[in-house]
């Protein structure tokens, strides 16, 4: 089932003056005014408190606003049945929220099956997103208890996309498992993303994972104050304010860098007859810097890895030049640290200037 689908780049979701009160008092959202596009990542982060869960969960309307309009698709939530809505919108939480005693593959295939897929069909559906997601078929077999903490994340994600909903709506999915299986869930969440350009609103504490995540990262504030929404870049290099600078911590700088390519900084020859070589095997893949009596092992970059990487690599380079490789590892040159010193200042200006 599909809600509506708009050309690409039109508004998947808009927020228009949204308030939200609960009866005890708390305002949780405060008049929120904010568009997500069609096939964009929407980040949401903010410190504890600050009404993200309630954001997200007005979407689906397993909350309701006080006041003010969202829509979906251009289309009123509140003039959509609930139960349909929700069925057509992907969610997935933090504990995963996997029922303990189904299998792996029935609970992926819940949602088919409640939209009316037949058993064997729903189950078909599962297996397949069962491999998206990274999975062993073997492992639809298990229950959920059975399987790791980032394995359990996985199986909620395939469970949301089920449905092949238009809008993904994800808290803090990857708030509970260690750094490297996180790294490799966003990994595999920008990889899915190519391929199924889902409307996706993502809620995190970490600024890396917005950084990363994000085509557009919204800053709340408590009390539920929308902040800044704008494309990371923009963000990192113009905070709208003091508390968004804050936020996003001291190494704004760096981050910055984290998201420009290494692929416009100068490559020249590696150089011979200094004290330090660039040893290179029979395929001229870089092994290590020797000297006449050490060697200090080298992390070759391509085109494609960050500003950032260049820069700490060459810090840690011997010689402080970064060895560059095609995409079979083999040797295109090498880049010095002043060239890739210069790439970053001048990042920041277009950063700046461009915002
Ligand atoms: N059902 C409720 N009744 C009353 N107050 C609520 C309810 N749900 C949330 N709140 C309050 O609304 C505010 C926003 O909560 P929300 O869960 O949206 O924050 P959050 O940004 O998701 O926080 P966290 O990062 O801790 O998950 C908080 O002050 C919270 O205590
Ligand atoms: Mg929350």
């Known amino acids: 089932m599909t809600l509506y689908s708009p050309g690409k780049g039109q508004l998947m979701i808009q927020f228009d003056a949204v308030h939200k009160r609960f009866p005890n008092g708390t305002t949780a959202v405060h008049d929120l005014t904010l568009e997500m596009p069609e096939g964009g990542v929407?980040?949401?982060?903010?410190?504890?408190?600050?009404?993200?869960?309630?954001?997200?969960?007005?979407?689906n309307r397993m909350v309701e606003p006080t006041s003010g309009t969202i829509r979906v698709g251009?289309?009123?939530?509140?003039?959509?049945?609930?139960?349909?809505?929700?069925?057509?919108?992907?969610?997935?939480?933090?504990?995963?929220?996997?029922?303990?005693?189904?299998?792996?593959?029935?609970?992926?295939?819940?949602?088919?099956?409640?939209?009316?897929?037949?058993?064997?069909?729903?189950?078909?559906?599962?297996?397949?997103?069962?491999?998206?997601?990274g999975l062993t078929a073997e492992s639809g077999r298990r229950y959920p208890h059975q399987l790791s903490g980032g394995q359990q994340q996985r199986v909620g994600v395939a469970r949301a996309l089920a449905a092949?909903?238009?809008?993904?709506?994800?808290?803090?999915?990857?708030?509970?498992?260690?750094?490297?299986?996180?790294?490799?869930?966003?990994?595999?969440?920008?990889?899915?993303?190519?391929?199924?350009?889902k409307t996706i609103v993502f809620v995190t504490h970490d600024v890396d994972e917005a950084v990363r995540l994000g085509d557009r990262i919204a800053i709340f504030r408590t009390g539920g104050h929308l902040v800044q929404c704008a494309p990371p870049?923009?963000?990192?290099?113009r905070p709208a304010d003091d508390f968004v600078a804050d936020f996003l911590g001291a190494e704004r700088g760096l981050k910055l860098l984290s998201l420009k390519t290494l692929a416009d900084v100068p490559q020249g020859p590696a150089p011979e007859g200094g004290t330090w070589t660039l040893v290179l095997d029979a395929a001229n893949r870089p092994v290590h810097w020797a000297s006449k009596d050490a060697e200090l092992p080298v992390r070759p970059l391509q085109d494609d890895d960050s500003l950032l990487s260049a820069l700490n690599e060459s810090v840690a380079s011997p010689t402080g030049l970064i060895a560059r490789v095609d995409a079979q590892g083999v040797l295109t040159g090498v880049s010095s640290r002043d060239d890739i010193h210069t790439h970053a200042g001048r990042a920041h200006t277009e950063a700046r200037v461009a915002a």
Do not use: W
Request: hydrophobic share 40%; charged share 25%.
């Open 42 to 59: 929407t980040v949401l982060v903010g410190s504890s408190g600050c009404g993200k869960t309630t954001t997200l969960r007005m979407v």
């Open 74 to 133: 251009g289309k009123d939530v509140t003039e959509q049945d609930a139960a349909e809505l929700r069925r057509s919108i992907g969610y997935v939480i933090q504990q995963s929220g996997l029922f303990p005693h189904r299998t792996v593959l029935d609970n992926i295939a819940t949602v088919p099956l409640l939209l009316g897929h037949g058993r064997r069909k729903a189950r078909a559906r599962a297996a397949e997103l069962l491999e998206t997601v």
């Open 164 to 197: 092949d909903p238009p809008v993904l709506l994800m808290d803090e999915p990857f708030g509970a498992v260690d750094p490297v299986v996180r790294t490799q869930l966003q990994d595999e969440l920008l990889r899915l993303q190519k391929e199924l350009n």
């Open 233 to 237: 870049t923009e963000l990192l290099a």
